[in-house]
């Protein structure tokens, strides 16, 4: 952890032991990220002596708001939550919860990103001078325009430069859009739905604030995890700027396109499978019930046979020992993506399960499995 400087980030517990006094809270949960556990033991140290509370640490994994512990905190007589680290969704954990932003002091130099920042204008401009080029696809040509990194998407309107960051690094917007006006770039700080509380932000499983008028993208933040979410549903370059180290790179096209590959490879496995397993998540920011039980539908609909499969945490020990062809994932949007290869039997999405049941056409191009 030491290149993320922890010194350098601010935990803002003030409210937290406030809101515990005043409400005379005698027992709280506390979640934190996966990156900053390391920390855990203090933070308790600090809102217990501060607070007069006694501390529980919710130590199961945690990345994402949609991770709210709910009854079983309850259960232990916990009167309140402090979530670490991650914003409030438009969610309801069924338990009092106390949002902890987390900021990072890092302010990177903008030079390192400004070749890709231009390179990849270029692209946004020449995708906008063709697009009104409409031209008809047989599918061999279909499939080859779903395995592209860029371009997938609808017609751009624009070429500006959306800008966006992970939470802690959401304070820096302003400043670096008033620094990428000077450098000439057109930039716009997107706003996305209800998931997304503060302009900027992306989510693992929402990129709502993308618009046809943004060509390419810059990242504020670490790790690759946003970004490949990012081009996934977008079909936009991207730029990232690495406010711990002051790196930065481009996600790259060929890690886009083999992602891409193993997709189409899915797609065609399940072409023929006859029994799916549907994976409910049972964290409240994750379950869609709704979605698993059309998609029970859409296989019977083609003779097919669907299993209604709950779990809070999904792992290839969890489910690879059922008799079933594939596995439709209806929870977390990124356990399909970034952890397939993991189990035994095809995990697909259920944009996924669509293609291959010939409900959705390959033309549309690939299109990356989002939570509202």
């Not at 217990?48 to 259960?75: F, N, Q």
């Not at 009092?96 to 390179?119: K, N, Q, S, W």
């Amino acid at each position: 952890m030491s290149q993320m400087d922890l010194e350098r980030h601010d935990f803002q517990l003030d409210e937290l032991v406030e809101r515990i006094k005043a409400n005379d809270n005698r027992l709280v949960a506390l979640q934190v990220p996966e990156g900053l556990k390391m920390q855990a033991l203090e933070m308790m140290d600090t809102i217990e002596d501060e607070s007069g509370a006694k501390v529980i640490l919710a130590a199961d994994p945690c990345y994402g708001a949609c991770d709210l512990v709910h009854d079983k905190m309850r259960s232990m007589g916990v009167e309140l939550v402090a979530h670490m680290g991650h914003s409030q969704m438009n969610i309801d954990s069924g338990m009092p919860t106390h949002f902890i932003p987390v900021t990072y002091d890092g302010d990177p130099e903008l030079a390192p990103a400004i070749p890709f920042l231009e390179r990849h204008r270029a692209i946004a401009q020449s995708r906008l001078d063709s697009s009104d080029e409409e031209e008809e696809l047989d599918e061999v040509a279909a499939k080859q325009r779903f395995l592209d990194a860029v371009g997938r998407v609808a017609p751009l309107t624009g070429t500006k430069l959306g800008l966006v960051g992970s939470i802690q690094h959401l304070h820096l917007l302003p400043d670096f859009k008033e620094r990428l006006e000077k450098a000439g770039f057109e930039v716009e700080i997107p706003v996305g739905g209800d998931r997304l509380t503060f302009p900027g932000q992306v989510l693992g499983c929402n990129y709502s604030g993308d618009a046809s008028s943004i060509g390419h993208y810059l990242f504020l933040g670490s790790g690759d995890f946003h970004p490949i979410g990012l081009v996934l549903h977008t079909g936009k370059p991207l730029a990232m700027l690495d406010p711990y180290t002051g790196d930065a790179t481009e996600m790259s096209f060929e890690r886009i396109e083999r992602i891409l590959r193993q997709r189409f490879g899915l797609i065609m496995a399940v072409g023929e499978a006859k029994t799916f397993g549907i994976l409910i998540g049972e964290k409240p920011g994750q379950m869609r019930r709704n979605l698993a039980l059309r998609m029970k539908r859409l296989l019977e609909e083609h003779g097919r046979k669907g299993y209604l499969l709950a779990l809070d945490h999904i792992g290839p020990d969890l489910i690879d020992f059922y008799p079933v062809d594939a596995f439709v994932n209806t929870a977390c949007p990124r356990i399909a993506i970034d952890d397939s290869v993991k189990y035994a039997k095809p995990l697909i999405t259920p944009y996924e399960l669509e293609v291959a049941l010939g409900e959705k056409e390959w033309q549309s191009g690939y299109q990356f499995d989002e939570i509202p």
